[in-house]
């Protein structure tokens, strides 16, 4: 494209054939020359040996015109040509300027349209001729071709040749632009063209930097929106032209493909594209976001997307990470959120763009799907679902042994887990660092039969490494029912007593007397008090497991049996470590 300044260096205009620039009215009636028909010819003979198929518009009185033409006699010498002289005529036809016979003969023609014209002696140079070149009472025949038509009265002509169906703004003065360009000349003659040149036509509308007709032709315009705009001369480059490749006087068509359009003011704007109901938290600066996006320029054209790495984009919002138009983007959204962003180039990546796929001062529009958020002082968040409708009187605590079933997902609704699939509820004791800290959390304070849903932050979950199945810095969703609860054991602990020991409490233990206590026997005596109710074994494990590991500890030279001076309660453990310590 062409800057609409002055050019460094113009194509000087050869003056015009004086024959036909000559005013000259015929003198008297001319006898002219025998018509086809035999007789003189009464008016100028058109033939039409070249019509296009599209002609927007006619010659008409006043008009001025551009053509090329050959002139010969009857004979079919050539007394005159346009071309040997590499140069156009340009005037202003039905004024007086042309002869009579070629003012007629140009009238109704169409650009590109080829015409072949006999001009009798009384519409030419009549009986006086013009010395040296056309004698008198000559019958003048032109080829004639059309190249361009335009009026003083004329304006930008625009023609939208497609428009979006989606225009999120159109062109004012003062706007930033990037747009493609085809340039021809009336006639279809290419000058210019922006797609040989690697990259767009960047500049400012109605800031003098255009020519004023493209200044005109581009207002109102949509990103990827295609124009035909045709520009009279005196809005182009004038009398003067433009260098070699634009003549003076030439009417210019420009085919535009708006690429983008933004201004220096403009601030990031927003469209909601969905909005899930119950949206009671909203992203801030300084939390942590997981969401997909598919990345575009103006015209559609994708430079990026998360969809197709399977994978999302994770970081922190307000905090520089990300371009400042996606930082102030991105805050305000809810989990599950589809939005639309447009970032101007200021706020993104500028004037120099980044990589090959963003070009300088290009507007980006990012459609993006939340998937979460959360921020590093999140606690875990519990919602009631139901709870059963008799008293209440024990809620789950630490250390207690629990049965439930849950099922996991992630926010958007992937499901990742739930026991269902085993048939079976999950077992746990809480505090026991068995299951993820936040489900330990939201599984206390829980009657048997409640129902809750946990909203848990991956740094109370599987934190930014994720695990089997669970992406990295995911919140997850657990809905949970608690199905039952045992009271656990003080840490430390794999037997309690629900009354004090007997006193005799080894005597008691050797069941045949003879001094020493086999796993049989311990076994035996243990499996009594825990069926009696005099005590009870810690809750979620194998009790034989459990069995076997009380006697180990009991064993202290781990020789297969246990002695008076062996066993020893842990409480009474306990106590003598106390003294050793002091």
Known sequence: MFPAGPPSHSLLRLPLLQLLLLVVQAVGRGLGRASPAGGPLEDVVIERYHIPRACPREVQMGDFVRYHYNGTFEDGKKFDSSYDRNTLVAIVVGVGRLITGMDRGLMGMCVNERRRLIVPPHLGYGSIGLAGLIPPDA??????????????????????????????????????????????????????????????????????????????????????????????????????????????????????????????????????????????????????????????????????SSYSRNHTYNTYIGQGYIIPGMDQGLQGACIGERR????????????????????????????????????????????TLSRPSETCNETTKLGDFVRYHYNCSLLDGTQLFTSHDYGAPQEATLGANKVIEGLDTGLQGMCVGERRQLIVPPHLAHGESGAR?????????????????????????????????????????????????????????????????????????????????MFQNQDRNQDGKITVEELKLKSDEDQERVHEEL
């Open 469 to 549: 199945g669970v992406p990295g810095s995911a919140v997850l969703l657990f809905e949970v029912e608690l199905v039952s609860r045992e009271d656990g054991l003080p840490t430390g602990y794999l037997f309690v007593w629900h009354e004090d020991p007997p006193a005799n409490l080894f005597e008691d233990m050797d069941l045949n007397k003879d001094g020493e206590v086999p796993p049989e026997e311990f076994s035996t005596f243990i499996k009594a008090q825990v069926s009696e109710g005099k005590g009870r074994l810690m809750p979620g494990q194998d009790p034989e497991k459990t069995i076997g590991d």
């Open 139 to 304: 019958t003048l025949y032109f080829d004639v071709v059309l190249l361009d038509v335009w009026n003083k009265e004329d304006t930008v002509q625009v023609s939208t040749l497609l428009r979006p169906p989606h225009c999120p703004r159109m062109v004012q003065d003062g706007d930033f632009v990037r747009y493609h360009y085809n340039g021809t000349l009336l006639d279809g003659t290419s000058f210019d063209t922006s797609y040989s040149k690697g990259g767009t036509y960047d500049t400012y509308v109605g800031s003098g930097w255009l020519i004023k007709g493209m200044d005109q032709g581009l207002l109102g315009m949509c990103p990827g929106e295609r124009r035909k705009i045709i520009i009279p001369p005196f809005l182009a480059y004038g009398e003067k032209g433009y260098g070699t490749v634009i003549p003076p006087h030439a009417s210019l068509v420009f085919h535009i493909l708006l690429i983008d359009v933004h201004n220096p003011k403009d601030t990031v704007q927003l469209e909601t594209l969905e909005l899930p109901a119950g949206c009671v938290r909203r992203a801030v600066a300084g939390d942590f976001m997981r969401y997909h996006y598919n990345g575009s320029l103006m015209d559609g054209t994708l430079f990026d």
């Open 340 to 383: 639309r962003i447009t970032i101007p180039p200021h706020l993104a990546y500028g004037e120099n763009g980044t990589g090959d796929k963003i070009p300088g001062s290009a507007v980006l529009i990012f459609n993006v799907h939340v998937i979460d958020f959360h921020n590093p002082a999140d606690v875990v968040e519990i919602r």
